[in-house]
């Protein structure tokens, strides 16, 4: 009975780091294609808080 409460505490625990990894590599690629999306909208048009306005309403942030 133990072992399967610990197995169950592991997987669990397991589990827990890798959803939390995962949110942490979707937030890195987030940020990067937000700084991707910025640099691209200033070759375009050089007005700082249109763009970020445009960057955020496009991501969805």
Same mark, same amino acid.
């Given at each position: $009975?133990? /072992?399967? #409460? /610990?197995?169950? *505490?592991?997987?669990? $625990?397991?589990?827990q =780091?890798?959803?939390?990894? %995962?949110k942490?590599? !979707?937030? !890195?690629?987030?940020?990067? =294609?937000? +700084?991707?999306l #910025? !640099?691209f909208?200033?070759?375009? %048009?050089p007005? +700082? /808080? +249109? *763009? ?5 309403? =496009?991501?969805?942030?």
């Amino acid at each position: $009975m133990r /072992t399967i #409460i /610990t197995l169950g *505490i592991g997987f669990w $625990m397991g589990r827990q =780091l890798y959803i939390n990894h %995962d949110k942490r590599v !979707a937030r !890195a690629r987030e940020a990067k =294609l937000k +700084q991707r999306l #910025i !640099a691209f909208l200033k070759e375009k %048009d050089p007005n +700082q /808080t +249109q *763009i970020e306005k445009q960057a955020n309403q =496009l991501l969805g942030n």
